[in-house]
T-cell receptor, first 116, second 111 residues
């Protein structure tokens, strides 16, 4: 149980374009989802927290107009990187929480974004 | 500043030995503690969770929590080469299930 599917696994895009990343909870309802970014040899940095049906809460220093998060259902959250630039190239990982101990903190497989 | 600190390593242990990974945290209000394993280029995988003081064992893994001293550790018995990875300590505070991660300790299990 507690499977989180994330797509795409890899994406290469041109500078200035937008990229959408999907995160789905397959066998539980995810009341809360988290989006992280990880640069090489660094730890996970929380970007934002999204709760189903409400606006996402962004961490300090994260531009909400650049990283658009939508959590319209209990099984799907999307992160859209708008007007991507090479410095946005990173490993983006989502995590979903069903709220209970047994389901908490399951990570998706991650998305490697390269902006050229 | 809420922080989670880990020694970056690498920690090298011979195959079959016990690997001991340590983590300290600064927020005394922290209530949940997790160890994740991350292979290079992959997303983290939950190894252990612990919520109360003491030891929690699961197979070859034992998590130890001491809230008074604000540390949590992970012991890996009979270490295998496949255990070679980066181990991330994560701490949750209050409601909302938000986690703060340490920078991770790289473990190398040598033949």
């Amino acid at each position: 149980g507690a499977v989180v599917s994330q797509h795409p696994s890899r994406v290469i895009c041109k500078s200035g374009t937008s990229v959408k990343i999907e995160c789905r909870s397959l066998d539980f309802q995810a009341t809360t989802m988290f989006w992280y970014r990880q640069f090489p040899k660094q730890s996970l940095m929380l970007m934002a927290t999204s709760n189903e049906g409400s606006k996402a809460t962004y961490e300090q220093g994260v531009e909400k107009d650049k990283f658009l998060i939508n959590h319209a259902s209990l099984t799907l959250s999307t992160l859209t990187v708008t007007s991507a630039h090479p410095e946005d190239s990173s490993f983006y990982i989502c995590s979903a929480s069903g709220g209970g101990e047994g389901y908490g903190y399951t990570f998706g497989s991650g998305t490697r974004l390269t902006v050229v | 500043q809420k922080e989670v600190e880990q020694n970056s390593g690498p920690l090298s242990v011979p195959e079959g030995a016990i690997a001991s990974l340590n983590c300290t945290y600064s927020d005394r209000g922290s209530q949940s503690f997790f160890w994740y394993r991350q292979y290079s280029g992959k997303s983290p995988e939950l190894i252990m969770s612990i919520y109360s003081n003491g030891d929690k064992e699961d197979g070859r893994f034992t998590a130890q929590l001491n809230k008074a001293s604000q540390y949590v550790s992970l012991l890996i018995r009979d270490s295998q080469p496949s255990d070679s990875a980066t181990y991330l300590c994560a701490v949750g505070t209050g409601g909302g299930n938000k986690l703060t991660f340490g920078t991770g300790t790289q473990l190398k299990v040598e033949l």
